[in-house]
C-alpha cells in the first residue's frame, strides 16, 4: 500500500492461504478398503514482518537563485559550504537548490530496499493562498546557469547510513559523522542513488539503495536531500511567486537473502 504524501510509507501485507493434502500410512496398505483411509489437512501461512518506517512528512526547499546561505528555522545553515560565517547572512553557498537533510528511519529488523517515485507540479498553498507562478519552468536536465529562461532542475540524492544509530533523548538522530557530500547530476547517466524530480508523472520508481536493518544498538538510517540549478539572471526575474510543489511516494521492500543449498555429504570411501 502507498501513501502519496510529500513522503510516505508503504506497508507489507501478510497473505495466508491453505492446502490440502492426503497422507497414507508408511505401512502397506490394508486389503480392507474399508480401514485405513486417513484425510489429513496442512494450513501454510506465509508470514511477512511488517515493515516500520519513519519518513518525514513536509519540509522546506530553497530555490536560490544567487548562490545565498540559507538558514532553516532552527538557525542550522542549509546548502552551504563546509565552513559558514553564521554571522554574514548574505554569506555564498553556491547551491543554487537547497535543503536540509531529512532522515529515513528504518524500526524494521530486515534490510529494506528502497524505491522511490515523484513529482513536481507549478505552483503552492502557503498559509491557505494558492500561489501560480507565470514564468517558472521545470527542466529535466541540469541548467545553464546563463540561461535567460526561469528554469529550475531538482534532483534528490540518497545516502544509506553504514552503521545504525541510536536515537537521543529526543528521538532524533545525530548523523555529524555521516555528513552528504553532494555529487552533481550525470543527465547521461545518473547515479544510482539519484532521483530526478519529473514534471510528469511516471508509472516506474527509481530503487535508490538499501536501509540497514535496526537492532538492538539502534536503527538503520538513509539521508535524503535536494540539489539542483536554475538560472542565475532570466530574461524574467525571480519572485517570491515562483513556487513549486514536490511530491515523493517511497515503496520499502525486504530484501531477501537466499539460502545457501547444503553440500551433499561425500560417501565414505568404499561404503
Known amino acids: 500500500m502507498k501513501h502519496k504524501k510529500f513522503l510516505s510509507l508503504a506497508l507489507a501485507l501478510a497473505m495466508i492461504f491453505s492446502i490440502s493434502v492426503t497422507a497414507f500410512a508408511d505401512d502397506p496398505a490394508p486389503t480392507d478398503p474399508s480401514l485405513g483411509n486417513t484425510d489429513f489437512e496442512a494450513i501454510a501461512t506465509v508470514t511477512v514482518p511488517d515493515i516500520a518506517v519513519k519518513v518525514p512528512v513536509t ?59 515523484g513529482l513536481a507540479t507549478l505552483g503552492a498553498t502557503v498559509n491557505g493562498n494558492t500561489v501560480s507562478p507565470t514564468a517558472l519552468a521545470l527542466a529535466t536536465a541540469p541548467v545553464d546557469a546563463g540561461s535567460t529562461k526561469n528554469e529550475v532542475f531538482i534532483y534528490a540524492q540518497f545516502n544509506p547510513v553504514a552503521e545504525v544509530v541510536e536515537a537521543e533523548t529526543d528521538g532524533t538522530y545525530d548523523l555529524s559523522d555521516s555528513p ?27 530503487k535508490v539503495g538499501q536501509i540497514i536493518p535496526a537492532t538492538e544498538n539502534g536503527e538503520g538510517l ?11 539572471n532570466p530574461k524574467t526575474d525571480w519572485t517570491d511567486g515562483d513556487k513549486l510543489t514536490v511530491s515523493m511516494t517511497f515503496t520499502f521492500k525486504p530484501v531477501v537473502t537466499p539460502a545457501t543449498p547444503a553440500t551433499p555429504a561425500t560417501p565414505a570411501a568404499g561404503g
Open 59 to 117: 519540509g522546506a526547499l530553497f530555490i536560490n537563485p544567487m548562490g545565498f546561505t540559507i538558514y532553516t528555522a532552527d538557525g542550522s545553515a542549509v546548502g552551504a559550504a563546509d565552513e559558514l560565517d553564521e554571522d554574514d547572512p548574505d554569506q555564498t553557498s553556491g547551491e543554487k537548490i537547497v535543503s536540509p537533510t531529512f532522515q529515513i528511519v528504518n524500526l524494521s529488523p530486515m534490510t529494506l530496499d528502497v524505491t522511490v517515485n
Open 180 to 206: 552528504v557530500r553532494k555529487v552533481d547530476y550525470n543527465a547521461t547517466s545518473p547515479a544510482s542513488n539519484h532521483f530526478a524530480i519529473p514534471s510528469k508523472a511516471v508509472t516506474t520508481g527509481v
Open 222 to 232: 538513509m539521508t535524503m536531500k535536494f540539489f539542483g540549478d536554475c538560472a542565475v
